[in-house]
């Protein structure tokens, strides 16, 4: 499989530290064997207005951390899911380990698609990509 044949993915980070989007973005589009295209937004607002805007195209996920000012990510994901159902865009909270029970309860109730903890580890997300959105890549070298 040629470059120019990998497979696109669109993601929506939503993260306040651009450190953290900064080495998400690296990491994965390093060793995902696909093409990922990032829209990074650091504030929950912004990015909701954004989605008003018209049809994304090809938004494929959104991943969002949970602690951010003015919304968290439980927030977010409330809001999102309003709009969208979770077949229509799932969503991923990451946190830095610091999600009560509670929180995660109430992240479940919203149908989140998954929690991942930070440090992202990059080989469990790219399996998660493969997985879930990458059906037509079974059977291709992860690493």
């Not at 951390?65 to 309003?82: A, Y």
Request: one cysteine or more; proline letters at 8%; glycine letters at 4%.
């Amino acid at each position: 499989m040629s470059p120019s044949d990998l497979p696109k993915i669109a993601i929506d980070l939503v993260e306040d530290n651009l450190s953290d989007a900064t080495l998400i973005q690296i990491s994965l589009a390093a060793n995902a064997h696909c093409e990922i295209v990032f829209r990074h937004f650091s504030h929950p607002p912004a990015y909701l207005e954004a989605l008003s805007q018209p049809a994304i195209p090809g938004l494929t996920l959104v991943l969002t951390d949970f602690m951010m000012p003015f919304m968290n990510g439980l927030g977010l994901l409330n809001e999102l899911r309003s709009r969208f159902s979770a077949e229509e865009l799932p969503v991923f909270i990451c946190t830095g380990g610091y999600l009560s029970d509670a929180d995660l309860a109430a992240c479940q109730r919203a149908d989140v698609s998954g929690v991942i903890t930070k440090p992202i580890d990059t080989d469990e997300w790219v399996q998660i990509l493969h997985d879930q959105f990458l059906p037509s890549l079974k059977g291709w070298p992860i690493r």
